[in-house]
């Protein structure tokens, strides 16, 4: 998703997450990073959220809540699969 700096509108927005954690925690661990990832400009660096237009901001609202909820997902899908070995 191309997005250009509501600071400067030149630069493309990049999308950064704050660390490594994600990947040394496995997927739900990578899902959470991915909802928490931030957005920064070459230019102007960090950009928060609510400088982006209204619309950016749905879509990755969207994103966020589809993230969580697959990460709810896979957690719920351990579970189950947990509760049917014990079952057999
Ligand atoms: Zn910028």
Do not use: W
């Not at 661990?29 to 660096?45: E, Q, R």
């Not at 966020?64 to 057999?88: D, H, K, N, P, Y």
């Amino acid at each position: 998703m191309e997005q250009h700096c509501p600071r400067c509108h030149e630069q493309q927005v990049q999308k950064s997450s704050t660390s490594n954690v994600g990947r040394h925690a496995g997927l739900i661990g990578m899902l959470i990073v991915n909802s928490a990832a931030s957005y920064s400009c070459p230019n102007c660096g960090k950009i928060p959220l609510a400088e982006f237009p209204d619309d950016f901001q749905s879509t990755i609202k969207r994103k966020r809540t589809l993230s969580i909820l697959g990460a709810v997902g896979v957690v719920v899908l351990v579970i189950v699969l947990l509760f049917a070995r014990e079952l057999m």
